[in-house]
């Protein structure tokens, strides 16, 4: 499996992005896929969570109602819609593919490299 994060960047408070993992390989659609974020100085923190099958979505409560994970199954990616960003949200980005519990960071076999987002005041 092989996975490829994109689409972060500098913006304002209150703004808006997307972030994408691109997924590729036989077996991806078997896993759980992820983001996580991991902040200067601080462990990797989980963000959100979904299921190529059932859909099912998962998030943290920091993020709960702002942010949204989805999935284009013809695409092979996994989306993470970020609005009403904060400061407190800068970290790079990953997306990682794995097993239960979502999460779990050390449940993630795969990951992609790490996308930074920050967010300014």
């Known amino acids: 499996v092989q996975l490829q994060a994109s689409g972060g960047g500098l913006v304002q408070a209150g703004d808006s992005l997307r972030l994408s993992c691109a997924a590729s390989?036989?077996?991806?659609?078997?896993?759980?896929m992820g983001w996580f974020r991991q902040a200067p100085g601080k462990e990797r923190e989980f963000v959100a969570a979904?299921?190529?099958?059932?859909?099912?979505?998962y998030y943290t409560d920091s993020v709960k109602g702002r942010f949204t994970i989805t999935t284009d199954n013809a695409k092979n990616t996994v989306y993470l819609y970020m609005n009403s960003l904060k400061p407190e949200d800068t970290a790079v980005y990953y997306c990682?593919?794995?097993?239960?519990?979502?999460?779990?960071?050390?449940?993630?076999?795969?990951w992609g490299q790490g996308t930074q987002v920050t967010v300014s005041s």
């Open positions: 979904i299921s190529w099958s059932s859909g099912n979505t």
């Open positions: 990682g593919a794995g097993s239960w519990p979502y999460s779990d960071p050390a449940k993630y076999v795969y």
């Open positions: 390989g036989r077996t991806f659609r078997s896993y759980m």
